[in-house]
C-alpha cells in the first residue's frame, strides 16, 4: 500500500524536533467565548435549554483526536447516552439513547430517511470541526430523524485576527505490530476581514491495521466497511461576504469528503461460539473497493437587523455514495454473489427569523419554514439489479419555537412543528433471493403522504445562581428504513399471514412506512458553582408504534412495528480541585423494553443492539504550566443480559474497562506536539456491538495499545 502520508508525516515530525525550542513566556489567558447551541434553531446558551445538551468545543475535539481522531470515538467517550463506537466504517448499533439521532453538518442532514446503509459518522474529517453540539432526547427543531437527539457538526472558519493565517499538521499512529502504522496530514489556510473571510483545509488520513490486546489483527468487516487499511480525504472551503455596513451576510460552505479501503487484506471470520474473533488474511477481497463519498454545498444569507430580529436562509445540497462490500445476495436464479451500493442526493432549504420581546418577557422567538428532498436507490453494482426500486422523500414544515420569563426564576419554553411529509416509490421487483420462496416479487409503486403536529414544552427553575432545575416534553419525528422494508417481504408488519408466490409488495397499502413519532419525557437537576458543575437527568421515550431491529433466527435484522419504551438517566460532573487540575465523571444508564404481542403493553427486552450498556467515565486533566498539560480517562462498561425475541440464545455482553492517555505540549512559535495512548493497559476485549451481533461476520476485537504522535505549526 502507499506510504505517502506516513512518510510526510514522519517527515513533518523530524522538522518539529528539529526546531524545538522551549518557550514558557506567558502571553496571557484569552477570554473565553461564550457557548451558545444553534442546533435547537437559534441562538441559545445551555442554561437556557430545558434538557440535556452536551457542547463538545474545539478543545475537547483535539485533546480526544491525540488519543482517537474519530469522530464516533470522541461522540461515545464524551456524550454520556451515546453506544460505544464499533471503530469500524459502519455505525450500525451506534445509537443516542436507545434511539437514531440526526446528525447534520452545520445543520444539513446527512442520515439518509428513506435507506439508511448506517455510514453517517464518515461524511466529514474532524481537523474540518470547530465544535459539536448534541442535544439528547427526541426533538423535531429539525425535521425528520432525531428520535434520539440531535448531534450538530459546526465547521471551522476564519477568525479574527486570521492574516493567511496557515497551519499544516501531522499525525502518526502505530501499535508498533507489522503494518500496523498509519499518518495523516492536513493543512489548512484562512483569512479574516471585515469585509470577508476565506478557510481552505485538506487531509489526507491512511490507516494501518489495527491490532487487539493480544497483537493479532482485528478482524475485517469486507461487507459494511472498514477504517482500518483505508484512505481518507477531505477538502473543505468556506468564504462568508459582509456587506451593509455588516448588517447583512452571504456565506458559502462546500465539503467533499472520501474513505475507501486499500484491498490489502480481508478477513477471516471469527468464532461467536467459542469465543475466537475474527482476524484478516492478506489478499484483496472480491468487487469494487469498499468506500464512502459524501459532497455537502451549503449556502447561507443572514440579516442581523431586519426589523425586531435576525432572518437566516440556508439551502444545501448533498451528494451521497456508499458501496459496499461483495455478499450474498442471490440477485438471480444463477448468481449468488454481488456488491451493494446506496445513492442519495439530497436538496433542501432552512428559513428562520428570530425575533425578540413580543411579549416583554426577556422572550425569542423564530419563526420558519424549512423544505427537504431527498431521493435514494440501493443498487447491485455488477448484475445492475435494485435492491430497491428510486425512492423519493419531500417534507415541507413550518414551524414556532421560543423561550420566555415567566417570573425572574421560572423560565418556559414551547415549540410547534407541522410535518407534512410524501414517500413516493417507484415500480420494481425483489431481488430473486428476496422474494417469495426464492422468486422475484413484483413491487407495486406508489405514494404515501402523512402529517402530524409534533410539540414540545419545557421549564427552567432557577433556585439560586447556582442551582436549577428543568423539566421537558419533547416529540421527535422519524421514518423507519423503507429501503429495508421494500426490498423483501421477510420483513413484514408484526401478524401479518405469511405471503403467497406471485402476491406483489403493495407500497400504497404497506403499513409498516408510516412514521414514527417519539414522545420524550425529562427531569434534570443542574448545580453551576465556581468550581463544581454537576448536572442529573432521567427520561423516559415512547413511540406507541416504533420500527425496531430484532435479531432473526438467519441472523439478519428485520424491521418490526412496535410500541417500544427506552428509560434510563445520566449523572455528569467536573470538580475543578485546583487551577490547574480538573476531574470529570459521567455515568450513563438506559434500558428499554417492546410490545412482542401486538396488545399496545411493552413485554420482552428489547434487542440490546438498540441500546447501549451502562458506562463509567472518569477522567484527570492537569496543567502542569500554561504550554503543557495532560489528561488521563478510563471509560467502563458494565455487563448486560438481555432476552432476544425469537432467537434461542440470550445476549450477554461482557463488560470492560480501558484507560487512554493524552498529553499536549505548546512550543509557542515552534508549534504544538501532541502524544497520545489508546488502550493504555493493552486491554484485550471484544466490543459491544460483536458480543451482542451473535455472529461470526461480526465477532471482532477491540484495539489494543495504540500510540499516536502529532504535530501542527502555524505561520
Partial sequence: MSKLPFTLSVLALSIATAHAETDTQNEGVQEMETVVVTATRYTQTPDKIAGAVTVIDSEDIKQQSIVSDDLTSILATLVPGMTPSRQKMSNQGENLRGRQALIMIDGVPQVNPLRNGNRYGYTIDPSMVERIEVVNGASAVQGMGATGGIINYITKGAKPGDDWKQTIGTRVTSSLDNDGTGGKVFYNISKYDDEFDLFFGGSWDQQGLYYDGNGNPIGMNDIQGETQDSDATDIFFKGGFNFDEGNQRVELTANTYTIEANGNYKGVKGDFANGIPGTVEPGSPSGQPVSNEAQLFNLQYTNYNLGNGMLTAQMFYQDYDAVFGQATWNPTETKAEDQG??????????????????????????????????????????????????????????????????????????????????????????????????????????????????????????????????????????????????????????????????????????????????????????????????????????????????????????????????????????????????????????????????????DSDMDLKNLSPDRLMLAVSHNFSDVLASRIQY?????????????????????????????????????????????????????????????????????????????????
Fill in 341 to 602: 451500493a446506496i445513492s442519495s442526493q439530497k436538496t433542501g432549504f432552512k428559513v428562520g427569523y428570530e425575533t425578540y420581546d413580543l411579549l416583554d418577557l426577556d422572550d425569542t422567538w423564530v419563526f420558519g419554514l424549512d423544505g427537504l428532498h431527498d431521493q435514494t436507490e440501493q443498487t447491485l453494482d455488477q448484475s445492475g439489479l435494485n435492491v430497491t426500486p428510486l425512492m423519493e422523500y419531500y417534507s415541507l414544515a413550518p414551524f414556532v419555537q421560543g423561550d420566555f420569563l415567566v417570573t425572574d426564576a421560572l423560565r418556559l419554553s414551547t415549540g410547534v412543528r407541522y410535518e407534512s411529509v410524501r414517500v413516493k416509490v417507484s415500480d420494481g421487483q425483489t431481488l430473486y433471493g428476496y422474494g417469495i420462496d426464492g422468486h422475484n416479487s413484483e413491487i407495486i409503486g406508489g405514494t404515501q403522504d402523512s402529517s402530524k403536529a409534533v410539540f414540545n414544552v419545557g421549564a427552567i427553575y432557577t433556585f439560586t445562581d447556582e442551582f436549577s432545575t428543568f423539566a421537558s416534553f419533547n416529540q421527535g419525528f422519524g421514518l423507519p428504513d423503507i429501503g429495508r422494508v421494500l426490498r423483501g417481504v421477510w420483513i413484514n408488519e408484526e401478524n401479518t399471514p405469511p405471503q403467497q408466490v406471485g402476491t406483489p409488495i403493495d407500497f400504497n397499502t404497506m403499513l409498516a412506512v408510516e412514521p414514527v413519532v417519539t414522545d420524550n419525557y425529562e427531569l434534570g437537576l443542574t448545580y453551576r458553582g465556581d468550581k463544581l458543575f454537576a448536572s442529573a437527568s432521567t427520561y423516559m421515550s415512547v413511540a406507541k408504534y416504533g420500527a425496531n431491529l430484532e435479531l432473526n433466527n438467519n441472523g439478519t435484522y428485520d424491521v418490526k412495528r412496535q410500541r417500544t419504551e427506552v428509560m434510563g438517566y445520566e449523572l455528569t460532573s467536573t470538580y475543578q480541585v485546583l487551577d490547574s487540575t480538573k476531574l470529570s465523571a459521567m455515568y450513563a444508564h438506559v434500558e428499554g423494553e417492546v410490545d412482542t404481542t401486538g396488545d399496545g403493553s411493552v
Fill in 635 to 715: 471509560n467502563y462498561l458494565f455487563d448486560a443480559k438481555k432476552s432476544a425475541y425469537k432467537v434461542a440464545d440470550e445476549q450477554n455482553f461482557d463488560g470492560y474497562g480501558l484507560v487512554d492517555f493524552s498529553t499536549h505540549y505548546d512550543m509557542r512559535d515552534k508549534g504544538r506536539i501532541a502524544f497520545g495512548i489508546e488502550n493504555v493497559m493493552d486491554e484485550q476485549y471484544i466490543n459491544y456491538f460483536s458480543q451482542i451481533r451473535n455472529h461470526n461476520s461480526y465477532y471482532f476485537s477491540g484495539r489494543g495499545r495504540t500510540f499516536s504522535l502529532s504535530y501542527e505549526f502555524d505561520f
